[in-house]
């Protein structure tokens, strides 16, 4: 049988042997990607006086742990101080010595509980929720009724290995490729659509992700599929006819409304309207006196 050799489907790209990194691709991110991990410069991260000490950014990846810490200081519970330190992703400062010390994948949200004996850095937002939930038995279901805290658990990680597909693969080519690829707009609409009739299905029958009772599986989710909804990632809400996802609405308006949500959304935020953007927060006032607005008037005074 006669093989024939295999042909590239555009005439644009012919992948070379061996691929080789040109610096800049044209890509929003070109500046800070690279392919090589570790630290590319020497910087300390700053230590404040609560015992969590959190560093980020108000990604749909950082809110889910501000989201979760504002929930936990909602209840009353205390040890749930944190003080929130900006790492700019956009200037590499994810690339800092200090910060890759506690997260050799450099990127945000990575967490230090300086409570402990000695600091226990976490990293990944799925271990920094469930560090969390367990530290102070919130959020997710105890030992006690393991199909409950399992279900919460299964949830947490299908947040985990789908968000990539909306973040990297749709988000990525539809609203930050430097060019539009057909190609890759259909491959991840059709995923993205296909995982939004998943969490409606989930909805219909539960009034939140796992139940009756709101978890971090649903502080996991709603940060990326509940911005989607609300047309605040991407501006691709009508382009994935979301409207049409009623119960992931329904769930989405009631999780927005909570105080603490509003508060986490916030935290460490840089861009967008001023009131909304708290760039650190080292104490609870912080909402009400160092919003970006409140410090701006200050100034003008
Ligand atoms: N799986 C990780 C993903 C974290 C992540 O992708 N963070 C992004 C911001 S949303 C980041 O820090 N990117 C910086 C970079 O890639 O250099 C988690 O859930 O914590």
């Given at each position: ?7 590239a ?39 404040g ?13 950082g ?11 909602a ?30 994948n450099?990127?945000?949200p ?67 490729a ?10 991840f ?11 409606d ?8 992700i ?26 691709a ?30 935290v ?18 912080d ?15």
């Open positions: 049988m006669l093989t024939l050799p295999r042909m489907s555009t005439t644009e790209y012919l992948p070379p042997k061996v691929w080789k990194w040109e610096s800049d691709n044209g890509g929003n991110f070109s500046k800070i990607n690279r392919p090589t991990a570790g630290s590319t410069h020497e910087q300390e991260l700053a230590i006086k609560h015992p969590l000490q959190l560093y980020s950014l108000a990604t749909p990846n809110q889910k742990v501000t989201i979760m810490l504002e929930e936990l200081l209840l009353g519970v205390k040890g749930a101080e944190y003080d929130a330190h900006l790492i700019n992703i956009m200037e590499g400062q994810q690339f800092g010595s200090g910060f890759v010390g506690v997260n050799p450099s990127k945000i990575a967490l230090v509980d300086q409570s402990t004996d000695s600091p226990t850095p976490i990293f990944e937002s799925g271990a920094i929720l469930m560090y969390l939930a367990e530290k102070f038995g919130k959020f997710l279901p105890g030992l006690d009724d393991p199909q409950a805290r399992v279900r919460c658990l299964t949830w947490l990680f299908w947040q985990m290995g789908s968000a990539p597909y909306l973040g990297g693969g749709f988000g990525h080519f539809y609203a930050y430097p060019t539009k690829i057909e190609y890759c707009i259909d491959r609409s059709m995923e993205v659509k296909r995982q939004l009739d998943v969490l299905r989930q909805l219909a029958d539960n009034e939140y796992c139940g009756s009772e709101y978890t971090i599986a649903d502080m996991a989710i709603w940060p990326w599929y509940g911005n989607l909804v609300l047309d605040r990632v991407y501006s809400a009508e382009f994935l006819d979301v409207a049409s996802y009623k119960h992931l609405s329904r769930w989405t308006k009631a999780i927005d409304s909570r105080p603490a949500v509003k508060r986490g959304l916030i460490n935020k840089t861009w967008g309207d001023p009131e909304k953007q708290l760039h650190e927060r080292h104490d609870a006032s909402f009400d006196t160092r919003t970006q607005d409140k410090l701006q008037s200050d100034n003008n005074e």
